[in-house]
């Protein structure tokens, strides 16, 4: 029928509404947010009754089917949210899940939501059947740019005047949680701060939120940013990332990056090197700028380092777990001398 970003639905929902919608996406905030609009919308064109119900493993079925046909005590137009908590459903309730359709009538407004990414649930065949009746709301996190468009938007909403230099303070504060950036914002606002609120004053008021993945860790490394890459790092760490989940991803990219400098020092073809690989194209031109950092003895010395790191970890002759990972995405970002090697500490 339609699909429409979270971003879109403050709009929409001022119009007339569909009788479904199918909303997925694993980023909290922007999933909580597009609810609360669809709730607000539906209960001002009428729809006054609201009905949650969960469905997790112990789920009676049932109870949808009724209430999908009962006629309301309270009201006669009525929102029904159904959650799905579970990754993969019964055999029943994909085929509860496929009868839908024939069950939604004009007093009903049908939200079903879940964490479980859009990309995957939409293959489903009960998803695809619904599609037609639906507004579908897929919910991706934000990238970098993104992200700071959806700061520059909240703090112009919350009449905040933040400089450019404060909004990336709060984006590295505050970044892959957007939850704890609005809460910061919503802070600030109400705090008597000086305006237009710059990096030095907003620095005294912000604690660390920010979220990250062993991904997007990969991603500064890629890219040579030093001082991001340690600051994910330390968030992962302070997130009790296992270490030796970080190294196999580490090792994983710099197998890669070998692979990819001696195609490209013997004339091979990278783009199939590429394919072969499952890089992406739009994530390949950072793997070109990492490659014009090494050379190939150097990315065999890193090889060395992270299995000599993997080898004292589980033997437990690591004095600070923190400090050797450290060590090891510096290495990678910037070929230094090798005045500290754990290979060497591993062969003492």
Request: glycine share 4%.
């Given at each position: 029928m339609q699909k429409l970003y979270a971003n879109q639905l403050p709009q929409h929902v001022?119009?007339?509404?569909?009788?479904?919608?199918?909303?997925?996406?694993?980023?909290?905030?922007?999933?909580?947010?597009?609810?609360?609009?669809?709730?607000?919308?539906?209960?001002?064109?009428?729809f006054a009754e609201r009905i949650s119900l969960t469905a997790d493993a112990q789920f009676d079925w049932q109870q949808l089917a009724s209430e999908l046909s009962a006629m309301s005590l309270f009201a006669e137009r009525r929102l029904i949210e159904l959650e799905l908590v579970q990754q993969k459903l019964s055999s029943e309730a994909n085929e509860q899940l496929k009868a839908l359709p024939q069950q939604l009538h004009c007093d009903i407004i049908l939200l079903i939501h879940g964490e479980r990414s859009f990309s995957d649930v939409s293959k489903l065949a009960w998803f695809k059947q619904l599609a037609a009746q639906a507004v579908q709301v897929p919910i991706y996190?934000?990238?970098?740019?993104?992200?700071?468009?959806?700061?520059?938007?909240?703090?112009?909403?919350?009449q905040l005047p933040l400089t450019g230099d404060a909004l990336s303070l709060l984006q590295q504060h505050c970044a892959g949680n957007l939850l704890a950036a609005r809460q910061e914002l919503e802070k600030l606002a109400?705090?008597?701060?000086?305006?237009?609120?710059?990096?030095?004053?907003?620095?005294?008021?912000?604690?660390?939120?920010?979220?990250?993945?062993?991904?997007?860790?990969?991603?500064?490394?890629?890219?040579?940013?030093?001082?991001?890459?340690?600051?994910?790092?330390?968030?992962?760490?302070?997130?009790?990332?296992?270490?030796?989940?970080?190294?196999?991803?580490?090792?994983?990219?710099?197998?890669?990056?070998?692979?990819?400098?001696?195609?490209?020092?013997?004339?091979?073809?990278?783009?199939?090197?590429?394919?072969?690989?499952?890089?992406?194209?739009?994530?390949?031109s950072?793997?070109?700028?990492?490659?014009?950092?090494?050379?190939?003895?150097?990315?065999?010395?890193?090889?060395?380092?992270?299995?000599?790191?993997?080898?004292?970890?589980?033997?437990?002759?690591?004095?600070?777990?923190?400090?050797?990972?450290?060590?090891?995405?510096?290495?990678?970002?910037?070929?230094?001398?090798k005045t500290f090697s754990l290979h060497h500490v591993c062969d003492d």
């Amino acid at each position: 029928m339609q699909k429409l970003y979270a971003n879109q639905l403050p709009q929409h929902v001022q119009g007339p509404l569909a009788g479904c919608y199918l909303l997925f996406g694993e980023e909290p905030l922007q999933k909580l947010e597009a609810i609360d609009a669809i709730r607000a919308g539906a209960k001002a064109q009428g729809f006054a009754e609201r009905i949650s119900l969960t469905a997790d493993a112990q789920f009676d079925w049932q109870q949808l089917a009724s209430e999908l046909s009962a006629m309301s005590l309270f009201a006669e137009r009525r929102l029904i949210e159904l959650e799905l908590v579970q990754q993969k459903l019964s055999s029943e309730a994909n085929e509860q899940l496929k009868a839908l359709p024939q069950q939604l009538h004009c007093d009903i407004i049908l939200l079903i939501h879940g964490e479980r990414s859009f990309s995957d649930v939409s293959k489903l065949a009960w998803f695809k059947q619904l599609a037609a009746q639906a507004v579908q709301v897929p919910i991706y996190p934000l990238d970098e740019r993104q992200s700071q468009q959806w700061l520059r938007e909240r703090a112009r909403t919350l009449q905040l005047p933040l400089t450019g230099d404060a909004l990336s303070l709060l984006q590295q504060h505050c970044a892959g949680n957007l939850l704890a950036a609005r809460q910061e914002l919503e802070k600030l606002a109400l705090s008597q701060l000086p305006a237009p609120l710059d990096a030095t004053a907003l620095s005294q008021f912000l604690a660390d939120h920010s979220s990250f993945t062993v991904f997007q860790l990969v991603d500064a490394i890629l890219q040579g940013q030093l001082d991001e890459a340690l600051h994910r790092l330390q968030r992962l760490c302070q997130q009790d990332t296992e270490p030796v989940i970080i190294v196999w991803q580490l090792h994983k990219e710099v197998t890669q990056l070998r692979q990819l400098l001696h195609t490209q020092q013997h004339g091979g073809n990278l783009s199939e090197q590429f394919k072969q690989l499952a890089i992406w194209p739009k994530r390949q031109s950072l793997y070109l700028q990492a490659l014009t950092r090494f050379s190939l003895p150097y990315l065999d010395y890193l090889l060395q380092e992270l299995a000599a790191f993997d080898r004292l970890y589980k033997a437990g002759q690591l004095p600070d777990t923190d400090v050797a990972l450290a060590h090891l995405v510096s290495f990678m970002i910037k070929p230094v001398a090798k005045t500290f090697s754990l290979h060497h500490v591993c062969d003492d």
